[in-house]
């Protein structure tokens, strides 16, 4: 065992956490030293409530004078990339960390810091767990905290584990690489560590993490494990809720950075959206085609380093904002052997099913028959359907007579349809939904003008002083 204490000149960082963008953090206080507080007494952390600390026997057991996970300024926590090592005194921020527990004197050695005693009767083989956290509403969990690590290699390391049922059962998530201490190799660097969350995490009110120490080196170390500043936080991205198809581009950014990414990288669900440029906190995007697109922020903490946590945003473009085509036809009801132009309107592109490319086609169904647009402008897709009507109009050329001496003709009829007859006659002319479109009265041989009529099938009633009759009539 050796400890190393930092002169008292060196100067004093008094730094802020940042918790401004995690739901959950734990600083562990300052104040009173609190020298061999352990971490699972409740006054440690008064705020999220106490961590706890289980003890294991596999893969080997503690020894009679195992180490211990403490909560005190024994180890005080100090900005990135400066040496550890600091004591009691001063500002006193505490931090958790793995230390000496040898009640026997003399004297005893109890809580020295990041500081361990090694050898077979001090194996160990303990975790310290949070309390639980509540991560419901929460998609992509973040884990971050500085960092001071050590340990002898192949002997010591720290398991960083999760519980996804509030400690029921765990899993490991990782084994914690052990930063570069060159720069303070028997007293630690402080450092930054963050880790994105597996999903079943994710919008689950019972999450705990464990950090599991293992030391059991025969000869020892200088330098354990301690943390501060552990912090639950979620990426976000901000983002027009909906991007028009017309101009299919919008703009994102990192609404909430995760604690310690300073470098983010874009991608997409399909991957077919342009970002300018890739990597950055904001970014714009072009969209190929309407749909649904599931945006993703990858942070780490240093430029191209390995991903650290995820942001995800769903984005539908169009959607709402499509205009819509239509189409017409230039004779709504046609004749078995006939032939109608169907107009697609309000795109710039058009297809026809059946059919094909253009903004007409030409059709000759021989019964009624339904067809599709689908029209195109900018990156606005719709579609629209149309029937076109179908009749067989047999007999309909010959002159229909309602008595002896009265003719209606000619069928099909133009912009005039004329009647002979004997005497007075009341004409009422109904569309192929029964509204009425034209009614008046005329006298023995008459016509009327039928120009404003549309194309299409018609009923003309008929009557007289003796009989009433309605008749099919169909104007091309």
């Given at each position: 065992m050796k400890k190393i204490y930092l002169a008292a000149c060196l100067s004093l960082f008094i730094f802020e956490a940042n918790s401004q963008t995690s739901f959950w953090y734990e600083g562990f206080n300052s104040g009173p030293c609190s020298k061999g507080q352990s971490a699972n007494a409740t006054i440690a952390t008064p705020t999220n409530g106490a961590w706890a600390i289980t003890s294991f026997t596999l893969p080997f057991m503690n020894g009679p004078y195992a180490n211990e996970w403490y909560i005190s300024a024994e180890e005080q926590g100090q900005p990135i990339n400066v040496c550890g090592g600091v004591t009691c005194g001063g500002f006193n921020n505490k931090t958790l960390h793995m230390s000496s527990n040898v009640p026997l004197p003399p004297p005893p050695i109890i809580d020295i810091g990041t500081d361990y005693e090694s050898g077979p009767g001090n194996n160990t083989n303990k975790r310290a767990e949070t309390p639980i956290v509540n991560c419901t509403g929460i998609k992509n969990v973040q884990l971050s905290f500085d960092l001071i690590y050590g340990g002898v290699p192949n002997f010591d390391y720290c398991d960083l584990e999760y519980s996804a049922n509030g400690g029921a059962t765990w899993s490991v998530l990782t084994t914690m690489a052990v930063p570069n201490n060159s720069f303070c190799p028997t007293i630690g660097t402080w450092t930054f560590y963050a880790i994105g969350l597996p999903p079943s995490l994710s919008n689950n009110p019972n999450v705990k993490i464990g950090f599991h120490w293992y030391n059991s080196d025969p000869v020892g170390g200088d330098l354990s494990i301690g943390m501060d500043n552990v912090q639950f936080s979620e990426l976000t991205i901000a983002?027009?809720?909906?991007?028009?198809?017309?101009?299919?581009?919008?703009?994102?950014?990192?609404?909430?950075?995760?604690?310690?990414?300073?470098?983010?990288?874009?991608?997409?669900?399909?991957?077919?959206?342009?970002?300018?440029?890739?990597?950055?906190?904001?970014?714009s995007m072009q969209f190929p085609v309407n749909g649904t697109y599931t945006l993703l922020a990858y942070g780490s903490n240093v430029v191209g380093g390995v991903a650290t946590s995820t942001a995800e945003s769903v984005v539908n473009v169009g959607f709402g904002t499509t205009p819509m085509v239509n189409c017409t036809s230039n004779?709504?009801?046609?004749?078995?052997?006939?032939?109608?132009?169907?107009?697609?309107?309000?795109?710039?592109?058009?297809?026809?099913?059946?059919?094909?490319?253009?903004?007409?086609?030409?059709?000759?169904?021989s019964v009624n028959t339904t067809y599709t647009v689908t029209g195109k402008i900018g990156y606005c897709v719709s579609t629209k359907t149309i029937m076109q009507m179908v009749d067989p109009c047999t007999g309909l050329f010959d002159l229909t007579q309602l008595e002896k001496n009265t003719v209606v003709f000619p069928n099909p009829f133009g912009n005039e349809l004329h009647f002979v007859s004997d005497g007075e006659m009341e004409i009422c002319i109904r569309n192929f939904v029964g509204d009425v479109v034209k009614r008046t009265t005329i006298f023995k041989n008459s016509s009327i003008n039928t120009s404003e009529l549309s194309s299409g099938i018609y009923s003309v009633s008929v009557k007289t002083q003796s009989e009433t009759k309605v008749f099919k009539v169909i104007k091309h």
């Open positions: 983002t027009s809720a909906t991007v028009g198809c017309l101009t299919a581009t919008s703009t994102a950014s990192i609404a909430n950075a995760a604690i310690g990414n300073t470098s983010y990288t874009w991608s997409s669900i399909p991957n077919t959206v342009t970002f300018t440029p890739i990597t950055g906190s904001t970014t004779n709504s009801v046609i004749c078995t052997g006939s032939s109608a132009t169907l107009t697609g309107l309000n795109a710039t592109t058009y297809t026809w099913n059946p059919g094909g490319p253009g903004a007409t086609t030409v059709v000759s169904p």
